[in-house]
């Protein structure tokens, strides 16, 4: 049987260790970093973190400077490869 070409979501945060992700949480921050690692429950470890977080419509930089874990159940959505919200479209057309 011939491959379909599909991957599975813990495949691609399996392709993503060692390179960067942007990381939309929950609520309004966003965190870039290193993956470093990641479970079945997608906990994330980074290196490297960036926290972004939106006051009064400004974007709040804050460097984090640990390796750290996020918990799974906060994750909205992880960008491969992502440098975060100054890298977005909403910031370009603004």
Same mark, same amino acid.
């Given at each position: 049987? &011939?491959?379909?070409?599909?991957?599975?979501?813990?495949?691609?945060?399996?392709?993503?260790?060692?390179?960067? =992700?942007?990381?939309?949480?929950?609520?309004?921050?966003?965190?870039?970093?290193?993956?470093?690692?990641?479970?079945?429950? =997608?906990?994330?470890?980074? &290196?490297?973190?960036?926290?972004?977080?939106? =006051?009064?419509?400004?974007?709040?930089?804050?460097?984090?400077?640990?390796?750290?874990?996020?918990?799974?159940?906060?994750?909205?959505?992880? =960008?491969?490869?992502?440098?975060?919200?100054?890298?977005?479209? &909403?910031? &370009?057309?603004?």
């Amino acid at each position: 049987m &011939a491959s379909t070409g599909r991957v599975l979501p813990l495949e691609l945060i399996d392709k993503a260790i060692g390179s960067k =992700v942007w990381i939309l949480m929950k609520g309004q921050t966003e965190i870039v970093g290193t993956l470093q690692g990641f479970d079945d429950y =997608v906990n994330l470890v980074l &290196a490297d973190a960036i926290e972004y977080t939106t =006051v009064d419509g400004e974007i709040i930089r804050k460097d984090l400077n640990a390796e750290i874990l996020l918990n799974g159940n906060h994750v909205a959505v992880l =960008v491969p490869g992502g440098n975060g919200p100054e890298d977005s479209m &909403a910031v &370009a057309a603004s």
